[in-house]
């Protein structure tokens, strides 16, 4: 697979988000792990995560412990994987999705993830969500006090924009924004050009607009069908293909539960789209 930068790493162009294999609708362990091992054995060498990707306050955690034993059980190499996880988002007991973007808890989550994970350090921490009751700079502030101990490697932020991404180039060695970009939401444009412009890595999330089942992704954007069925490969292979067209520092991250779905997905790492096709997606 073709590589991309990540910080001081390099890591596949396509990688897997693994919220699908922990929340509510998931596949058992098993097949959560055969999805994992096929998409590391495909060349997938990023895996998104968060403490917070589980079905309740009484599992956080559950998908970096899931991932954690994927890759125990894989016999590649799992030096060469970047493990991206997230802390900021918290779930009440209630089920809910809420924030806590303070010091404080950051490096509790961090420390917690560390844990689950099994690792002295992880590759790439990101902050979840801005929490409009901290300030921001203490929030990335936090994760920078964290690299700079040495239990995280790679700083990242995620759901941020233009001014917060800036303002955290000046906290921290900024390695990576992760956004929703798809066809369906575009509004992250201004973000990736600025990603681009700096050298920063840019990881869009739900990437397929949360259309991942065959023909559903092309029937709600019809040139990306078009251009599917012109080419000969699923509107998913032409929505990544696309996505990785907008620049070099683009890595989508996918969400799979099956081992079909990832390499599917991780076919369009080598798809190249003609101009033409690039700007017939733009318009559409």
């Not at 990540?6 to 055969?34: C, F, K, N, W, Y």
């Not at 991932?67 to 016999?75: F, G, K, P, V």
């Not at 759901?159 to 060695?173: F, W």
């Not at 920063?200 to 069908?225: M, N, T």
Request: glycine share 10%; charged share 25%.
């Amino acid at each position: 697979m073709q590589q991309r930068p990540l910080g001081h790493r390099t890591v596949g162009a396509v990688g897997l988000g693994a919220m699908p294999l922990s929340i509510e609708g998931r596949p058992d362990e098993a097949q959560a792990v055969r999805t994992v091992h096929a998409a590391l054995d495909a060349g997938v060498t990023l895996l998104d995560t968060a403490d917070a990707y589980c079905q309740g306050a009484d599992e956080v955690g559950h998908n970096e412990r899931l991932l954690a034993r994927a890759l125990a059980s894989w016999s590649g190499d799992r030096d060469a994987v970047v493990v991206a996880t997230k802390g900021g988002h918290t779930r009440p007991p209630d089920g809910s999705w809420a924030l806590d973007g303070s010091r404080e808890h950051l490096r509790a989550a961090c420390e917690a993830s560390l844990r689950a994970l099994g690792v002295e350090s992880i590759g790439l921490y990101q902050f979840h969500r801005p929490d409009p009751q901290v300030p921001w700079a203490e929030s990335v502030g936090a994760l920078e006090e964290l690299r700079t101990e040495g239990k995280i490697q790679l700083v990242g932020v995620s759901n941020a924009d233009p001014a917060q991404i800036r303002e955290a180039q000046g906290l921290t060695q900024l390695a990576s924004v992760q956004n929703e970009l798809s066809p369906r939401f575009r509004s992250s444009e201004p973000e990736v050009d600025l990603c681009a412009e700096q050298g920063i890595a840019f990881l869009p999330w739900s990437p397929l607009g949360g259309i991942a089942k065959a023909g559903e992704l092309g029937r709600a954007h019809g040139a990306f069908a078009e251009v599917a069925s012109e080419r000969g490969v699923s509107p998913q292979q032409v929505c990544l293909a696309w996505l990785l067209a907008k620049a070099p520092v683009v890595i989508p991250i996918p969400g799979a539960r099956r081992v079909e779905s990832i390499l599917d997905s991780v076919a369009a790492a080598e798809l190249r789209l003609s101009d033409d096709e690039i700007a017939r997606l733009d318009q559409s």
